[in-house]
């Protein structure tokens, strides 16, 4: 069975400063990915960054990088110079190659707000 | 932007009576999903499609049922809805392999 742990219901960051949220996730599969996404208080959600279990770099996209130690079952989401626009809901989630349809998996969400 | 649209986007009805929503998608990916999304649970899969005709269900599947007739398009009936079923619904598709699954904006349902 997949599993998805976020422990932090909530965190505060100062602009401009950077933040992590935190993720554990628990697979018996070797081939698996792990998502995360922000959700605005829009609704909508966002891909954001990607890291395979293959992967033996840590996966940077502009100012969020994944930090993924596999032997931890750790994929937390830094995100640096933190902007008011951050202010969201953020989902870890994972998908592993022997679920069916690579279904995706989803943690019960941080949420993030950034104070000028 | 994925192409990906769901009708309606908001919808208040009342208990018992049926419901479906509608997902669409112009991207000819393969996989298509339903989620709900409520307070405290993050989103959980209610029922998948890996291709015209094929479907299963997700781990809140009672109460839901699903239809894909074309690669395009995926539905969620509520036979009879109740009040549990309240909740902001995503549809979702995804390519062949672990790849980034892309969301539809979302629709409010209300059960009264």
């Known amino acids: 069975a997949q599993k998805i742990t976020q422990t932090q219901p909530g965190m505060f960051v100062q602009e401009k400063e950077a933040v992590t949220l935190d993720c554990t996730y628990d697979?018996?599969?070797?081939?698996?990915?792990l998502f995360w996404y922000k959700q605005p208080s829009s609704g909508e959600m966002i891909f954001l960054i990607y890291?395979?279990?293959?992967?033996?770099q840590n996966a940077t996209e502009g100012r969020y990088s994944l930090n993924f130690q596999k032997a931890r079952k750790s994929a937390n989401l830094v995100i640096s110079a933190s902007q008011l626009g951050d202010s969201a809901m953020y989902f870890c989630?994972?998908?592993?190659?022997?679920?069916?349809?690579?279904?995706?998996?989803f943690g019960t969400g941080t949420r993030l707000t950034v104070i000028p | 932007d994925a192409g990906i649209t769901q009708s309606p986007r908001h919808k208040v009805t009342e208990t018992g009576t049926p419901v479906t929503l509608r997902c669409h998608q112009t991207?000819?990916?393969?996989?298509m999903y339903w989620y709900r999304q409520d307070p405290g649970h993050g989103l959980r899969l209610i029922h998948y499609?890996?291709?015209?005709?094929?479907?299963d269900k997700g781990e809140v599947s009672d109460g839901y049922s699903v239809s894909r007739s074309k690669t395009e398009d995926f539905l969620l009936t509520l036979e009879s809805a109740t009040s549990s079923q309240t909740s902001v619904y995503f549809c979702?598709?995804?390519?062949?392999?672990?790849?980034?699954?892309?969301f539809g904006q979302g629709t409010r349902l209300t059960v009264v």
């Open positions: 697979t018996s599969d070797q081939s698996y990915g």
């Open positions: 991207e000819n990916h393969r996989y």
């Open positions: 979702a598709i995804s390519g062949q392999g672990i790849t980034e699954a892309f």
């Open positions: 890291q395979g279990s293959y992967d033996e």
């Open positions: 989630a994972m998908r592993a190659r022997q679920t069916g349809a690579n279904n995706l998996f």
């Open positions: 499609s890996y291709g015209v005709k094929d479907t």
